[in-house]
């Protein structure tokens, strides 16, 4: 086996290991024979830099050529011998600080180290030799790692950059994340996500977005806002565009999640739905301020809004502006609003319309959560019949059902009023509940029977059922 070993390590000297007397057969026995041949006195110093550092090139320059010739075949030797021990050994005490893709290319060893050939029987010729070293150039071993689905050392294609072993163990770990749709290893999928490259990082952008954007911490906004900005426009979607609004505003970035917004509105992939929920996002942040000067901000945007949808349809959707804290008081402080604001105003018609449709649409939230004093004072600031509506149809679910004869009182003689059927319904059940005041229940069924008549003509057979 000594003379197979000698015959592979040609390069490396004959004076550093004596070739042998007698014939060792086991490897136990070639390794107590190395190191009975002078091993201990070999000089490693420059060798285990130079494994560090995956290289094993004869012609590096050294101070004298001496040294040389027994450096290298340390490093054959030791690699021969001990394939995984002798790097992870030399790896230990070393001093060198490894960046990201030296660890990577540790890994594995140096392709362009040739083959040892284990049969010494007949010495290749030059030519054979330069065969197989062209072919071990093709061929990577792995060190304690799994083998990548393709060679690190294939030449890669422009349309897909290979992947280490590395980057598809973090890979792998971001789609089971993705998979199991666990929002508390939102930090681990984060981690993995930055410790891919780029092509894959551009790839999991979106993915990754959309599931931290489940979270509420500002961390995570900062991550969002990040991701948001690498996107192309044209990759936008509806969770990925409303995310990213969000994040903005989590941030206090207004400026910024406005400036998102109108891009969002020249978009044609963007739903309205997406739209309508970061208008409402922003809303509710505007009427947080102390100041208008982002509401009148927000409202400049009114022309294209209302090229893309009713605000009469859309009001019911802006549910964060409805749990605005105190947003009954600053409604019914609007009316002075518009009023200032139009004597400064150019455009009075067109800022008249738009100044309104927003008194409606806020006025239709506040009384969503406001106090029973401020329903009847907030109706009447528009008296829109839709706010009417809305309010008598869920006076019952929300638990004020008492103010609900005297909002009706002055909704029938709306000037175009005209109570639906779901509306006189609620309206009965509210009277028929006055136990306290039969007199007052009983003119009240009466007007209800009369609106029958007059705005449907006839009572429907549930009304005929209940009285």
């Not at 089971?176 to 981690?191: C, G, H, M, P, Q």
């Amino acid at each position: 086996m000594l003379e197979k070993t000698a015959a592979c390590l040609e390069p490396c000297g004959r004076r550093v290991v004596p070739p042998p007397r007698t014939a060792l057969r086991s490897t136990r026995q070639l390794h107590t024979a190395f190191w009975q041949h002078g091993a201990a006195d070999i000089e490693l110093t420059r060798a285990w830099q130079t494994l560090m550092h995956g290289t094993l090139d004869s012609s590096a320059t050294l101070s004298d050529r001496g040294e040389t010739s027994s450096l290298s075949a340390s490093a054959f030797l030791l690699d021969f011998l001990y394939p995984a021990g002798a790097a992870a050994l030399l790896r230990r005490p070393s001093p060198i600080a490894l960046d990201r893709s030296e660890r990577l290319r540790m890994r594995a060893r140096p392709s362009h180290v040739s083959p040892r050939l284990y049969n010494s029987e007949s010495h290749p010729s030059p030519a054979t030799r330069g065969t197989n070293s062209a072919a071990a150039e093709e061929h990577e071993i792995s060190n304690g790692v799994p083998e990548p689905s393709r060679s690190l050392s294939a030449k890669p294609s422009d349309s897909t950059p290979v992947t280490s072993p590395n980057e598809q163990y973090q890979l792998a770990a971001i789609d089971l994340i993705l998979k199991t749709n666990n929002s508390t290893e939102v930090d681990a999928l984060w981690r993995h996500y930055t410790s891919l490259g780029e092509h894959s990082q551009k790839a999991y952008a979106q993915r990754v977005l959309s599931f931290l954007s489940r979270t509420d911490r500002v961390s995570d906004s900062w991550k969002i806002s990040e991701l948001f900005h690498n996107l192309e426009f044209s990759t936008w979607d509806n969770d990925v565009f409303v995310a990213g609004v969000s994040a903005e505003i989590n941030l206090q970035n207004l400026s910024q999640a406005l400036s998102i917004f109108e891009k969002g509105l020249q978009s044609s992939i963007l739903d309205n739905t997406a739209l309508i929920d970061s208008l409402d996002l922003l809303l509710a942040s505007a009427l947080r301020s102390p100041t208008t000067s982002f509401l009148e901000m927000i409202w400049q945007l009114y022309p294209d809004m209302v090229a893309r949808w009713d605000f009469n349809g859309i009001a019911t959707d802006l549910r964060h502006c409805a749990s605005v804290p105190g947003i009954a008081e600053k409604v019914m402080m609007f009316p002075e609003y518009i009023t200032q604001r139009l004597s400064t105003s150019h455009n009075g018609d067109i800022d008249r319309e738009a100044l309104e449709v927003l008194q409606r649409v806020l006025v239709r939230r506040a009384l969503v959560s406001c106090e029973h004093s401020h329903v009847i004072p907030l109706l009447l600031l528009t008296k829109d019949p839709l706010a009417f509506e809305e309010f008598l149809r869920s006076a019952e679910k929300t638990g004020r059902r008492k103010v609900s004869p005297d909002v009706y009182a002055i909704y029938r003689k709306l000037p175009g009023g005209s109570p639906s059927h779901a509306v006189l319904h609620c309206v009965f059940n509210a009277y028929t509940q006055m136990k306290n005041s039969h007199a007052k229940m009983h003119a009240g069924v009466e007007m209800l029977w009369k609106d029958w008549l007059e705005f449907h003509g006839a009572p429907s057979r549930r009304a005929y059922q209940n009285t």
